[in-house]
Each structure stands twice: as C-alpha cells, then as structure tokens.
C-alpha cells in the first residue's frame, strides 16, 4: 500500500492516474475530501470511496477513526490512496511503516490551481463561495486555504518533520519526476510531465499583495523543503 498525501491544488491528479491505468494497482481516490465539499457528507463520501476495498463498521467513524480503519485494512495490500486532508491533520503520521508520500506545490501557484486559476474554474469559485468568500484575493479565502480548509501549511510542515525523521517521502511538483524516481518500488511517473508554473498565470487572477501574503506565511517551510537534496 501506498498513501499519498496531496492537498487542493498540488497536481496530485497527474500522480493518480499513473496508478489509476496501472492494473497492477487498486486506487482508492481522495476518501477524505468530504469535508471540503458543500453538499456532501463526508461519513458517506468516505463509506462510498472505500467499500470497493474493505468492510464499513456498523457505527459511525471519526476523521481519525476512519483514516486508522482505511490504513491499518489496507497495509498487506497493493493499493494506491490518494489523500487530501489526513496528512494535514498528521493522521498518517501515526503509521511509520506504512509508506506515505507528500506530494508539495509551490503554495502560490497551488493556491492559483485550488482558487479556479487552472483547468476547473467552476471548481475554484464554488470552494471560495463555500467558505463564504467573494473571490480568489479575498483573505478569508486564502486563510482558509493555508489554515484548516485546505490545511497547505499543516500539510507542509507534517511532510518535513516526518521526511526529517525518515518516515516518509516528499515529492515536489516542479521536481516531480526527479523526486519520484528516488522512491523504491513505485510507477514510473509520466514521461510527458512538465511543469507548467510560471508567472504569467499570476496575471489577471492574484494581486501582488496576495502573492507576498502567501510567500510571508509559507516561506518558513516551503524554503526548507523546496532545498532539500532528496
């Protein structure tokens, strides 16, 4: 089994379908991404996205419960979880044997990506509207994408200190291939990846004082990890 941990915005849908075409794979997509969703539960997403793969206790779970139950029900198995909240909530910090992947974004342009600046802005303009924002500048907005909606700083500091302590792998997205190729046993990534993160989509969609917000908050972790010599 292989989790890997991926926040809104980070690209993880060009990592899953590498799993996702592979036969020798079972994929088990985002379990966790009900509780980003307006009009979903996220008990039944859950119930939905893993009852392919394991058995549904007859109560109902907590976030933690039901991120324990998916893993530990899965570990002896060759199945690909692509996670979107429970590495931010350091749930998968509990299982260090098991390996756990983060895949990490520069916060800026995963931010655009998550705000509806890429290929899904239908997507992007209902999340903000779900948290009661007016628009992709607006700081509620974007503290909800650092803070415990979108959970990118959590996320970000779980990654190094469990990367720093040899239990986990980190990705980055502009690195992706050369990062990916370090890690035993997986996939090849895509040939034809490329990165696409450049300054021409910051015009016309973020202000400059919301990309020195973003850099202000983030730089602390992600100047760490976008050093690291992996």
Not at 14 to 41: E, Y
Not at 158 to 181: N, Q
Not at 204 to 217: C, M
Request: charged share 25%; hydrophobic share 35%.
């Amino acid at each position: 089994m292989i989790v890997m941990s991926a926040t809104g915005g980070s690209g993880s849908s060009v990592v899953a379908s590498v799993f996702k075409h592979n036969d020798g794979w079972g994929f088990c997509k985002r379990p966790d991404g009900g509780r980003q969703k307006a009009d979903v539960d996220p008990y039944k997403l859950w119930c939905d996205r893993v009852k392919p793969f394991i058995s549904i206790p007859k109560r109902e779970l907590t976030e933690e419960e039901r991120c324990n139950h998916t893993i530990i029900s899965l570990q002896a198995r060759q199945v690909f979880i692509l996670s979107m909240t429970w590495g931010g909530l350091g749930y998968l910090r509990n299982f260090p044997r098991t390996r756990v992947i983060y895949l990490i974004r520069d916060p800026v342009f995963a931010f655009i990506s998550y705000s509806g600046g890429g290929w899904r802005p239908k997507g992007g303009k209902r999340r903000i509207s779900h948290v009661g924002a007016e628009g992709p500048n607006d700081r509620k907005w974007i503290d909800a994408w650092l803070g415990d909606f979108a959970l990118w700083l959590d996320t970000a500091k779980h990654a190094l200190e469990s990367y720093e302590e040899g239990i986990s792998y980190i990705v980055r997205y502009h690195k992706l291939r050369d990062d990916w190729a370090q890690i035993p046993d997986v996939p090849p990534a895509p040939k034809d990846f490329k990165c696409k993160d450049n300054t021409e989509k910051l015009k016309g969609f973020l202000t400059q004082e919301t990309v020195d917000y973003i850099r202000e908050r983030t730089n602390p972790v992600w100047s760490q990890i976008s050093q690291l010599s992996l």
